[in-house]
């Protein structure tokens, strides 16, 4: 690790109204490191990060911050990017429909003879792309791209303006394994090269098999900063919630019943590739009080076979039986009546209404339920809100908070809330635990099980695979459009869940 201290941010304190985001908090970070900086949702990561991009100005905090001994004022962020502070963010925030190389050169396009100059952007462009190990061309649109070559686009464009600091938000939640193994073998090369590099994220493993310091962060204060030997996984949790959390995954055997949802024969057509299925003629059920667990890699079809089980996507067949009854499942609104629930896997996109209150949020799906007639009881409502605001420990100044302005771990409790407050018999849970912190996993899983206990049918698909074999009583495993194999949770390993998700045909 290199001595030389390239950030300083000093007593940082910042309020928002009837909320002390940042208390005192200060942070230094080296050049020729990786900093791994720590602490559950709403701990103040994020705003600590935009007051360092120049997203809130100096006016509105208190503190300082230095780069490399210089003074820094920043009223925008186009002032942190001159002094060579270059942000990625969770969401990838690109121009879909512009090419790479324009979206590598966003905001400074090469001119030549006062024209654009697109064939030197992509000449220029592909010494970025291959920097970050992307297989693309510079004139590919963006919008054709994964999610994770999305993300690889954003860290190309970051480098480009050559930073001395580079911040990454949770940069792996988008990726797969090798593909995160892929970003950290680039963020190794960077550090070797002298940047400094501030890593946000969740993932224990990650910190450890890449930080070479950790900071954490608890409740707007600063709690810690040691190098990764001087400390171990058990502290920085207690650091991270504030107490000793002995048994992170609290699976408990409770009685299974009988089958409450059977799917059969699903086949769902492929959204890119014509002609091509997704899902072939798969068929499973799930029982009451069960944590039924769905492996695969991604995109083996994991979300679009429970979104079709849901009618949330089209299918080509398939027959949907609740408690050995077929019903018809048309769109969302049938499966509701039919005592299902999904919390998908994007909840910005199609969980949450942020521009609503914790309160409507909660009570969106079952209006009906809180109404005096026509109109709605504000009464029943925050009864309801209330019971879950309390039991999930939504992190909030109160029930009348937008939504929008959670952290995304709240954001995953307020869709959790809406769906278990509708007493469903069966609950899909598609990556229930992506991209919020230990201590929210730790209710989410502690909630799973008392549902389980009331006889509710799980479904979780994880890509998680510690998660899914510590939580799940029985796990199924999607390949090739099919189910590849069905496993105990107790007898199986991480292994074989690789084995077969990796099984392939071609």
Not at 108 to 134: A, H, T
Not at 424 to 433: F, H, R
């Amino acid at each position: 690790m290199g001595n030389k201290i390239v950030l300083e941010m000093e007593h940082i304190t910042k309020r928002f109204p009837g909320v002390l985001a940042l208390d005192d908090v200060s942070i230094q970070a080296y050049a020729g490191e990786i900093l791994a900086l720590c602490g559950e949702n709403g701990a103040g990561k994020s705003t600590l990060m935009k007051i360092l991009s120049g997203s809130y100005p100096e006016s509105s905090y208190e503190g300082t911050i230095a780069v490399e001994g210089q003074a820094c004022h920043f009223a925008n962020p186009l002032q942190s990017e001159r002094m060579g502070i270059e942000m990625i963010y969770q969401e990838v925030s690109m121009h879909l429909d512009s090419t790479i190389a324009e979206n590598i050169f966003m905001g400074s396009w090469l001119r030549k003879q006062g024209r654009v100059d697109w064939q030197g952007m992509n000449n220029e462009s592909k010494k970025y792309i291959e920097m970050v190990g992307l297989d693309a061309e510079p004139t590919d649109i963006v919008r054709k791209l994964s999610t994770s070559q999305q993300q690889m686009v954003s860290i190309a464009r970051a480098l480009r303006k050559e930073p001395k600091i580079l911040v990454l938000d949770e940069p792996t939640s988008p990726l797969t394994q090798s593909e995160s193994e892929k970003l950290f073998q680039i963020l190794k090369k960077f550090r070797a090269d002298g940047m400094a590099i501030i890593l946000i994220t969740h993932k224990m493993d990650e910190v450890f098999q890449n930080a070479d310091r950790v900071t954490v962060i608890r409740d707007g204060k600063s709690i810690s900063s040691n190098l990764l030997k001087d400390t171990n996984e058990n502290r920085i949790i207690a650091d991270m919630v504030g107490r000793e959390i002995t048994n992170y995954y609290p699976k408990e055997e409770v009685p299974i019943g009988d089958v409450v949802l059977r799917a059969e024969h699903f086949s769902v057509a492929h959204k890119v590739v014509p002609g091509r299925r997704i899902i072939d003629d798969v068929s499973f059920d799930v029982r009451a009080g069960e944590i039924l667990g769905v492996a695969g890699l991604v995109g083996a079809g994991r979300s679009e076979l429970m979104n079709a089980v849901f009618g949330k996507d089209p299918k080509i067949s398939g027959d949907v039986l609740i408690d050995g009854k077929k019903v018809t499942i048309k769109n969302t609104a049938d499966a509701i009546r039919n005592g299902m629930a999904l919390l998908t896997e994007d909840r910005k996109k199609d969980g949450i209404v942020g521009g609503m209150s914790i309160r409507e949020n909660i009570t969106l799906p079952f209006l009906k339920k809180v109404a005096n007639g026509w109109m709605i009881s504000r009464e029943k409502e925050e009864a309801v809100t209330r019971k879950y605001f309390e039991a999930l420990e939504i992190k909030a100044p109160g029930m009348e908070t937008l939504v929008q302005q959670l952290s995304g771990g709240n954001q995953q409790k307020v869709v959790l809330s809406k769906w278990i407050a509708q007493n469903p018999k069966v609950l899909i849970l598609d990556e229930p635990t992506r991209g919020i912190d230990i201590g929210a996993k730790h209710e989410i899983y502690k909630l799973m099980v008392d549902l389980a206990r009331e006889g509710v049918a799980i479904i979780m698909i994880s890509s998680e695979l510690p998660e899914l074999l510590s939580m799940a009583d029985r796990i199924i495993v999607i390949a090739d459009a099919k189910i590849k194999g069905e496993l105990s949770a107790k007898d199986c390993t991480q292994e074989r869940i690789m084995e077969l998700s990796a099984h392939s045909e071609a």
